[in-house]
Every structure is written in structure tokens, then in C-alpha cells.
């Protein structure tokens, strides 16, 4: 299974900081944010803007984790496989792109989040991640969809897509890009 995701971030005014495509593990997650803190500190940003970048960067890792799918029709095996990148653009903002192979099941989750996100201001997005902390009615639960609202109180702007593979797999792709 691969989820052969193509560099198409690069371009003149957008420069790569760190890509990986393989099996992710929290061992290998944080090797990488090792790397990432490394790099930023040598653009001297704030500790408020690396902890933004540092959080969403874990919540995409995690998401390949919990929800990686093989591409086999029928198959529910998890596998924890994807395509992670941090750009610097030239405009002064960070992108952050992920790319993974998840189910049906699990695009109805993450499309649900993700258009009620689309719905609120980004003080409203605050204000439904603390409702939805407090609760914890899906605190454990998979596919509580928390760490979408957390990446979405963090950064200026969400893009995403689902590209069928068969009847019931898809390519994730999110997109998150945060301004300095």
C-alpha cells in the first residue's frame, strides 16, 4: 500500500522544512518534531507559534495513526502509513499536509467535524474545543474529532479532500497553513 503522495508544495515561494512518507510511529513523531523545532528556532519565532506548529503537526500524526487504513477493498487492518510535510512560504506563513488512506466510516467522521468546523468563526471553534474537552463524552472514543477543532483554533486556514480509491477507502489529504 502506498499513498505515493508528490511533492507538489514546492514551488519559488514555498520551501520545504521537512517531508517523510513511510510508517509512522510516536518514536519516529518525535524525532520529527525534534527536526522541526530545530528549524523554526533558526527563524527566531515565538514559543506561542512553535507550540501551534508542534500541536497540529502531533494531531496529523496521530490522525495517520488512528485511522491509516491499508488500500484493500473490504479490509478494516489499520496501517499506520502516510505522507506528512512542513513548508515555510515566502508570505511569511507555515503549511503543514498530511495524506493517508482511510475508510468510509472514518470519512463520515471526519467530514462531519470538518463541515460543522467550516460553519463556526474561529472564536466559536474556541468555544465548541472547550465544550467538547468538558464533556468528554468522546474524550476516549475513536473518531471524537477533538483534534480536528484544536487544529482548527490554531491556524488561519483548513483545506481538504477525499479521493476515492474503491467502495470503501479514500485518500485523506488536510491541508493546514498558519501565519506568523
Given amino acids: ?8 508544495m514546492v514551488t519559488d515561494d514555498i520551501i520545504p522544512l521537512l517531508t517523510y512518507q513511510g510508517i509512522l510511529t510516536q518514536n519516529l513523531i518525535s524525532d520529527m518534531l525534534e527536526t522541526i523545532e530545530h528549524k523554526l528556532k533558526d527563524d ?4 506561542g507559534l512553535l507550540a501551534h506548529v508542534s500541536i497540529i503537526f502531533i494531531e496529523l500524526c496521530q490522525n495517520m495513526i488512528n485511522y491509516s487504513k491499508d488500500d484493500i477493498q473490504g479490509s478494516k487492518e489499520f496501517n499506520p502509513y502516510g505522507f506528512i510535510g512542513m513548508y515555510k512560504s515566502l508570505d511569511s506563513s507555515y503549511i503543514l499536509s498530511s495524506k493517508n488512506i482511510i475508510s ?4 463520515k467522521r471526519i467530514l462531519t467535524r470538518l463541515l460543522d468546523i467550516n ?3 474561529k472564536d466559536e471553534v ?7 474537552r468538558r464533556s468528554a463524552r468522546h474524550a476516549h472514543s475513536k473518531g471524537a ?4 477543532y484544536d487544529i482548527a483554533k490554531r491556524c488561519s486556514n483548513i483545506k481538504y479532500t477525499f479521493e476515492n480509491i474503491n467502495d470503501n477507502k479514500f485518500y485523506f489529504s488536510l491541508r493546514v497553513e498558519i501565519e506568523l
Fill in 44 to 47: 527566531d519565532i515565538s514559543k
Fill in 104 to 107: 468510509m466510516n472514518d470519512k
Fill in 126 to 132: 474556541k468555544e465548541r474545543y472547550k465544550e467538547l
Fill in 145 to 148: 474529532g477533538i483534534g480536528l
Fill in 1 to 8: 500500500m502506498h499513498v505515493n503522495q508528490t511533492d507538489t
Fill in 119 to 121: 460553519t463556526l468563526d
